[in-house]
């Protein structure tokens, strides 16, 4: 009589998941035609008591994260500030999660391209994004409506790095200073052109302030990304550039490139003599780039987390603080919290330059 409570008990709740069991015995006690066997009715309590351990035990535990390669989306071209950064950030996750970390280069549009593919990647940590202040800060105001919301869509992970930019031109010019080019511009109103890494770029702000703060008017020519823009000022076919100092300080030290001055609010340690925009007459003046990583939206908090972990560990050890100093960047780690403020407030903060100064994408 026990087994066949038990029995009857199981099944009923079977049943209800549609799953096929023995009869059960009248209330009366008598055996039905078709009633089973003693060994039926064994065979049927083992099933019976397997399946509703199977629902009482804890799901299957899921892999351990990471359990495959992740991507690394980089919002521009290889050589550039954001790869130069992210390549250090990618080898030292590596090495600290035992997988892969695989860059994805996806520039153009000011980095729009690169973010709106990251928005909608699979929130699983698989897919990680480096965005800028460009992607996360002024593009709403530059671009009006974009393809991405960049508070909404993705889950801040860490601040990465600040990095300044450098005012240069090709040495065949006569401009040997940054007051110098500005008496040139001043002199040939939109007959001067510079170069940027993009439209929307960090580079083409700091340009576009600077321009409204000088009261000049030089010609914007956009490229996608800096390599090709340094190129082609090395080359003698656009006089001034616009650019990071990861991307140009080799070509300055080269003497392919003239630095007249940096945007940071201090000399750099890697271009000692080289001016910067406050000291060349213009004080106050700043402009410095900053980065850091994000996950898409609805990523698990314990994964970010995890990441937010490793990263500050990668970004902490001296190996990776000497690489940033060679490319004059300067290491800014934060929580996940910080830098969702820290995103918002650059949004509120580039927006009302951009609309005061009139600042446009060309």
């Not at 008591?49 to 799901?59: G, H, I, R």
Request: some cysteine; overall charge positive; aromatic content about 4%.
């Amino acid at each position: 009589m026990k087994i066949s409570i038990f029995i009857g008990t199981a099944c009923r709740a079977l049943r209800a998941g549609n799953t096929a069991c023995a009869p059960e015995p009248s209330r009366h006690g008598r055996r039905s035609a078709t009633n089973a066997t003693p060994m039926r009715l064994l065979a049927f309590a083992a099933l019976a008591s397997a399946s509703v351990w199977s629902l009482l035990l804890p799901a299957q535990a899921q892999p351990a994260y990471p359990n495959k390669p992740i991507v690394l989306i980089v919002p521009s071209t290889p050589a550039g500030v954001l790869d130069a950064v992210a390549r250090i950030l990618a080898n030292g996750l590596a090495q600290q999660l035992g997988q892969q970390v695989i860059i994805d280069n996806k520039p153009g549009a000011g980095g729009n391209i690169g973010a709106e593919a990251a928005a909608k990647a699979p929130a699983d940590g698989y897919t990680l994004f480096i965005g800028f202040n460009a992607t996360h800060g002024a593009n709403p105001a530059l671009f009006g409506k974009l393809a991405y919301d960049p508070v909404k869509d993705f889950a801040p992970v860490s601040l990465l790095a600040a990095v300044p930019n450098i005012i240069s031109v090709n040495p065949s010019t006569s401009v040997h200073s940054l007051a110098e080019l500005v008496a040139l511009a001043k002199a040939k109103p939109k007959q001067l052109s510079y170069a940027s890494s993009g439209n929307g770029t960090s580079t083409h702000l700091a340009a576009e302030l600077f321009k409204a703060r000088a009261d000049i008017d030089i010609m914007h020519v956009p490229y996608r990304g800096s390599a090709p823009a340094v190129a082609d000022v090395v080359a003698g076919h656009v006089p001034v550039i616009v650019d990071s100092v990861v991307s140009s300080v080799s070509q300055v030290k080269a003497g392919k490139l003239r630095g007249l001055a940096t945007t940071s609010p201090r000399r750099l340690a890697v271009l000692p003599d080289l001016p910067t925009v406050a000291e060349s007459g213009f004080p106050g003046f700043e402009s410095t780039a900053w980065l850091g990583v994000l996950a898409p939206a609805g990523t698990p908090n314990e994964i970010v987390n995890q990441i937010n972990a490793h990263i500050l560990k990668v970004m902490s050890l001296p190996a990776t603080h000497e690489r940033m100093a060679k490319l004059g960047a300067e290491i800014t780690t934060s929580t996940p919290e910080q830098f969702s403020a820290h995103i918002k407030s650059e949004i509120a903060k580039l927006g009302k330059v951009i609309r005061d100064a009139k600042i446009k994408v060309d």
